[in-house]
């Protein structure tokens, strides 16, 4: 079996997809995409292909290697998010020469199913009540939200007691053993965080997201100190390498890696197993499209120590198409009791509708971060 054709498309809302062809007429997708950079994806992608064409897809580990090493100039989001999606693709080919799905060709699975949580509010979090309320109702018992808007790197009160307040009316809202995740999205810099976590410590947080950016996670020893609420991060870091100091520091309790963005089946499996070893847990970071979801179940289906997952399923991001617009099976994804089931077709399991693919794709987007900037003009992390 050779590898013959690359082909990629940047589909709305902010995703892009690629399809690995063969000459045995067994295909496989994956989804390499960093949000508001697709195109430069989408360009190191082809860049990779050169190597690949007329290559034997089932050499994943070698062609791992080569890819990431053979450049010299290794990691960052660019580069290990177009690695990420060719992994993916190549994954799937191979389960589907094989018929099996690619847990079982990572060992197994060790769940049927795993816990799901869906975000509620947007980017700038109001009336998350309502918000929380409904998607108890769907069945989901974990949720996450944007705990504030902009803060500065010392601000007022009056921020800290807005986020404070929209915690405790979803608490309210959803009573005592309902899964909140409160993501700080690393709009919060080390003074303001240890006000903030200490504050909602009454409230009895799932975990908190990334209290600070990653870049600045020294702080994260002071700050764990202030709240028993588990802390998460990883999903802007990008491979072992990136995570294995973080694991050494000992004061994270749930890494996100993104299997989209973070060297794809084979590198996240390494991961996930590193961290086993330090006794943490893994959440994959996912408000992506059915492919990269679909990559991040056979990772759970496989790690003893994944306990949630995230899901993009009506998610503020999603306004054009959702979740499962791209899937020909629709039902891939069967959401019960606020679990999903690990998909079991071959591959991913995922059926991508190609026709719709390329009708979205002569749309496509340039979806960008939106800039914010603080009341003084300067500007501010989103």
Known sequence: ???????????????????????????GWGEPVIEGRAHTVEAAVHELSDYLIG???RLIEDHWNVMYRGGFYRGGPILMSAIAGIDQALWDIKGRALGVPVHELLGGKCRDRIKVYSWIGGDRPSDVADGARDVVARGFTALKMNGTEELQIVDSHDKIDAAVERVAMVREAVGPHIGIAVD???????????????ELEPYRLMFIEEPVLSENREALKEIAALSSAPIALGE?????????SVLQEGVVDIIQPDLSHAG???????????????????????????????????????????????QSLGIHYNKSNDLIDYARNKD????????VTIPDGPGLGVDVDEDYVKERAKEGHRWRNPVWRHADGSFAEW
């Not at 802007?236 to 294995?244: P, V």
Request: net charge positive.
């Open 1 to 27: 079996m050779k590898i013959t054709a690359f082909k990629t498309y940047i589909v709305p809302p902010r995703w892009m997809f690629l399809k690995i062809e063969t000459d045995e007429g067994v295909s």
């Open 55 to 57: 290559k034997d897809p």
């Open 184 to 198: 700080f999205h690393g709009r919060v810099h080390r003074p303001m965080a240890r006000v903030l976590v200490k």
């Open 236 to 244: 802007r870091l990008y491979s072992r390498w990136d995570f294995k």
């Open 264 to 310: 794809g089946i084979t590198e996240c499996r390494k991961i996930a197993a590193m961290a086993e070893a330090y006794d943490v847990a893994v959440a994959p970071h996912c408000p992506l499209g059915p492919i990269a979801l679909a990559a991040c179940l056979q990772l759970d289906a496989v790690s003893y120590n994944a306990f949630i997952q995230e």
């Open 332 to 339: 891939v994804f069967r959401y019960e009791d606020g679990y």
